[in-house]
Structures are given as C-alpha cells and as structure tokens.
C-alpha cells in the first residue's frame, strides 16, 4: 500500500472507506511527519495534534456506523487566516499574536461539517499580504523543492498561502484551506509543484476569514492533485447568509468535472501575456500545453486582453485601498496587541507600529494616501474605472472562448533573499493571477512540468464566472497530459 | 504626484501608526517608487467607464430589520486587552 503520506485525498477517501486504514493510522502518519520536517520547514505555525487525533477517532467512528461524509477522516493544513473556534488565529501578524476566536469561519465548519480533521494553522505572509511567505511574523517557510546541484539554497514557496503549499508538497497534509487576492493560492500552488483553484468571487464564504481586500479576497484549496482541489471546493463552497457578497447558487459537483475532457472546447490564448522578457522556459511550457490541449480535441484561439497590462498597477491601489480600511480595526482595544500611550491615540500609533510589519504599514500608507481627500478620484476612482475595463476584457472573450490558457507564474521558486529589495519587483509575481482576481473569475494553477534546476512550473486556467467546472475539466487534461511525477527534495518519508 | 516627507508624516497620521523620525526618508523613497509605478494608470482612457466596486456582479441582499447580536457578551470581550466589568477598557479620553 502507498505510505499514507504519499497518497492523494481521494485515494486515502477510498482506502479510508475500504477500512484498509484507519483515520487515525492516517493522522497519525502526517503528526509524525510534521513533527519530524515542520521545525525545519515551518509550514505550520500551531499544531493541534491533540483536536486532531479526535477528530481521527471520531471520524472512524462515523466510518464504523457508515456515517462518512465527503471528507470524513482526511487530515488538512487550515491557513492562519480562517478562524478556527478554540485555536489560536494569527494572520502571521504580531498583532493578532494570541488571538482566540471565539467563533468558526463559515469555510473551515463546512469542512468539519464534513468530518475533515485539521492537522494544524498553515504558515502565510502577514494578513495574506505577499508573495514569498517572508513577511510572516513566524519566521519565513521553506520551499520543499531545490534547485538541483544547489541543496544548501533556501527558496521560498510563493505567497502568501505559502504554508499551506508547502505543507501539502511535502506530504505534512492530504490538502489545505487558501486564500487569493491577487494570486495567493496560484502563485505558491505553481512554486511548489502542486495545483490550487481561486473559485469565482462568491462562490466561498469569507465570512470568519480575516479581511485583507474584501473585494477581491476568494477562499480555495490547494492539493496536489486537481481532483483533490475539487473534492475539497466541493465542501468549503456554498451559499452563506453571513456574507454579504457569498453567492446564492448550486454547488455542482466539482469533482465530477475533472473527467470531462477537452473535446470542442474553444481554449483562448491571450496574447497580452507574452510578456517582453518572458523567460523560453515559461514560454515553452505554455506551447506545451496548448499543443496538449490541442491534441486532446481543444480549439485554440488567439484572443485579446488589451488592458492587462494595467492590472498590477489597478491592484496595488485597490488592495491596499481595501486594506487600509479593514486594518483600521486593529487598534488595541477590543481583541489583539495593545502598547499602552499617553492617551488614545498614542495607544493606537504605538499598538500599530509594533503590532504591523514592514510591509503592511507600506499598504496601510499606500491605501490611506489613495483614499485621502483631494486624490480619491485620481488613483482609487480611477482604478475602479480601470478594473472594469479590465472585467468588459474578460466579458468580450467568452464570446469567443469557453476557457483561457496562460502560465502560472513568470518564474519558478525564488531564493529567499532575492527580490526583497525592491517591492514592485516582487509585486510582479502575480502579473498572470491579479486578472482574475479584479475580473473576480475563477482560476487554477497546475504543475504541468520543471525548469532547468528542476523546480516546477505550472500553468494557468481561466473559466467564465461561476463555470470551475470547466476549469477543472481543462486543468485534468493537461495534469493527465503532463504527468507531473517529480518529488520535492524535503518531504515525508523521503 | 510625489510625496514630501510632511505628507508621509500626515499620512501615516492619518493612517495611526507611528513613524520615527529616522525611518521617514526611505519609506518616503518607497512609497514614491509604488506611486510612481502605478502612475501609468493616468495614461487609459476612462472616459464614461463606471467604476468598479465590488467582486461580485449581485446586487447586495437586504436582511430581515432585527436585533442579531447574539447576546454573547463574553464571547466578545474574551480577547480584549483590557476590561472593565462588561466595557473596552482604553486610557482616559475626557478630563
């Protein structure tokens, strides 16, 4: 039998129910094996062994009673940024060092509605805000992947769901909770050789999630098959009262789709995202898999999405313009760090300034600049206006196309301390992810081959709002097609 | 447009955290190299577009007008850094 570790959420479902393992046995396996690689690779910020080895025996339990549910005994990293009721959640924030919820995110109780068991709180850059997982305030996470013939160097695993991407890369995980706002599940899924979906704006509740842009905030899982990212959405999706913007339509079945295949379907490729200096490697690989899709049965067609290029710039006001906004309740008084002042707004400039880091306070100022009287219409007005042409772009090619095809990312993994002094160069990271999150459509990462060190890469599926079942369908065919087999270097069992 | 060191100042004011003196030059620096950067924005034509709110295409849906506090009063002043009997304690505002 596969080691538990080893195996894909919907194998150990299968095994699970065929009691050939137990969901102890299973949760068992992956304690150990976070015990063992997480104090090197810092995935986890909390464990909760002790919750999740009951949640273990009554998940057998219900499996002994034919009571099993969708998830019912399969362990997952939750991302530090879903409040988890009794379990500390910190955003990878100082500010949020000791915080308690005394409630549940809507996404996590659907897993444990049904019967997931939650392994630990996942590593992520500070409120969700990065591209490398350095900002956390609980220390940097480890790429389990290396460059080959350079072992010794530390590469990062993306941002901010960095911790979730590596948890589930090196096999401490079956899968993990995520969060998109402008590429955070794609980018660290791409960077650590596994897939993640940002669903469409509403399609998960981000109610309980801690806000970083509301707008453009998505929940999604990463796995390290498509399959498993389906079955997982498939659970944390649906309509929540408690959401204002959760969207009141079906769940399909998600996992369903993966088998549709790519007969007919017309497979837009964007011209735009040939970017000057693109390295062949990226551009190889997008051939690659339009010739994959291509000889699946796929139409490709050459569309245009002529205001890409402005994306990145319309993002970085309109996040931090969000930002600086749902920050503002973090002010020493009702939950979270105080450093006590002269009076209360002292309180509050010395709670934010100790409790904030480095590049929060940057997106704090950037979006307080932006909203301030006298340059509102000049830079957040005009990014909203900007934003949907950017939206009418997308709206204008499903016409013509049922799904677009585009890379994941501009570059395999990175060194930790390369890019750290510039912040535009590492907001340009997220140059193929930020579209879908301002158009608020659905996009999955998968790893669909290696660099030249061996590192993974992955490609980029978009689909119509509400249509994941399509993106599925797309990204099966080309993971079949690719057979991404490669093993990051840190794992379990390895 | 670019910022002066008296408008990163008023900014971070504005934005309640505190600044030292001795940091304000280079995050003057970096927050002139990101509006500099998103500037280009100044250069599309956006004449008659709409803004973009939100994320979604629904409209917002209207609740039910009733009290939903949850009556759970401890469940909220559970994390407060400070209390005082069933109040946010905060150092005194009002001599």
Request: aromatic fraction near 6%; hydrophobic fraction near 45%.
């Amino acid at each position: 039998m596969t080691a538990p570790t080893d195996m894909t959420l919907a194998g150990a479902r299968a095994a699970l129910g065929r009691r050939e393992i137990s969901a102890v046995e299973l949760t068992r396996a992956h304690l150990g094996a976070i015990e063992a690689l997480n104090p090197r690779i810092n995935a986890y910020i909390t464990t909760t062994p002790e919750l999740a080895l009951a949640q273990a025996e009554a998940a057998d339990a219900a499996l002994a009673k034919g009571e099993g549910r969708a998830l019912t005994g399969i362990p997952l990293a939750i991302k530090d940024l879903f409040c988890t009721a009794g379990t500390r959640t910190t955003a990878g924030s100082r500010i949020l060092g000791s915080f308690v919820p005394p409630y549940e995110s809507t996404v996590s109780g659907n897993l444990l509605r049904d019967g997931a068991v939650f392994l630990g709180k996942a590593n992520l850059d500070e409120f969700a805000m990065g591209s490398s997982n350095t900002t956390s305030a609980f220390g940097a996470v480890e790429n389990p992947w290396k460059r080959q013939g350079e072992e010794e160097t530390f590469l990062v695993p993306g941002g901010s769901s960095g911790g979730s991407a590596a948890a589930v890369a090196a096999r401490l995980a079956l899968g993990a909770t995520a969060t998109d706002t402008g590429g955070s599940i794609r980018q660290p899924a791409a960077f650590c050789g596994i897939a993640g979906i940002k669903p469409t704006y509403g399609r998960c509740s981000r109610f309980g999630i801690v806000a970083f842009a509301s707008s453009l905030d998505q929940a999604g899982p990463v796995a390290r098959t498509v399959e498993d990212c389906a079955i997982l959405l498939g659970s944390m999706a649906g309509f929540d009262p408690k959401d204002s913007t959760s969207a009141d339509i079906p769940v399909p079945d998600f996992a369903a789709a993966c088998a549709r295949g790519v007969k007919g379907l017309r497979i837009g490729i964007p011209r735009e995202y040939r970017l000057d200096g693109l390295p062949a490697e990226i551009a190889a690989l997008w051939d690659q898999g339009m010739a994959w899709l291509k000889a699946e049965g796929a139409e490709l067609v050459e569309i245009s999405l002529p205001h890409t290029k402005h994306a990145l710039p319309t993002y970085y006001i309109v996040a931090p313009a969000e930002a600086s906004s749902n920050l503002a309740r973090y002010d020493g008084v009702r939950f979270g760090l105080r450093e006590n002042g002269e009076d209360l707004k002292d309180l509050y400039e010395r709670t934010r300034a100790a409790g904030f880091g480095e590049e929060v306070r940057r997106r704090i100022l950037i979006g307080t600049y932006v909203l301030s009287a006298g340059y509102y219409d000049a830079y957040y007005l005009k990014a909203q206006q900007v934003r949907a042409l950017i939206k009418r772009d997308f709206d204008q090619a499903w016409d013509k196309v049922d799904a677009i095809l585009t890379p994941a990312t501009p570059s395999a993994a990175f060194g930790r301390d390369e890019k750290q002094d510039d912040p535009v160069a590492m907001y340009l990271n997220d140059v193929f992810t930020v579209t879908a999150n301002l158009a608020g459509i659905p996009g999955l990462a998968v790893p669909a081959g290696q660099d030249a060190k061996g590192l993974p890469l992955g490609l980029q599926i978009l689909g119509k709002p509400f249509d994941e079942e399509t993106v599925f369908a797309v990204g099966s065919a080309i993971e079949r097609a690719a057979g991404f087999t490669a093993l990051p270097a840190l794992r379990a069992a390895a | 447009m670019s910022l002066d060191t008296a408008t990163v100042r008023r900014v971070a004011s504005l934005a309640r955290i505190r600044v030292e003196e001795d940091e304000l030059p280079r995050l003057e620096a970096e927050l002139n190299g990101i509006l500099g950067w998103i500037e280009q924005l100044q250069a599309v034509d956006t004449s008659s577009v709409e803004p973009m709110a939100g994320g979604g295409n629904q409209a917002l849906r209207m609740r039910e007008d009733r009290v939903t506090d949850g009556d759970i009063q401890e469940k909220v002043l559970a994390n407060a850094p400070d209390r005082a009997g069933a109040f946010f304690a905060v150092p005194k505002v009002v001599e």
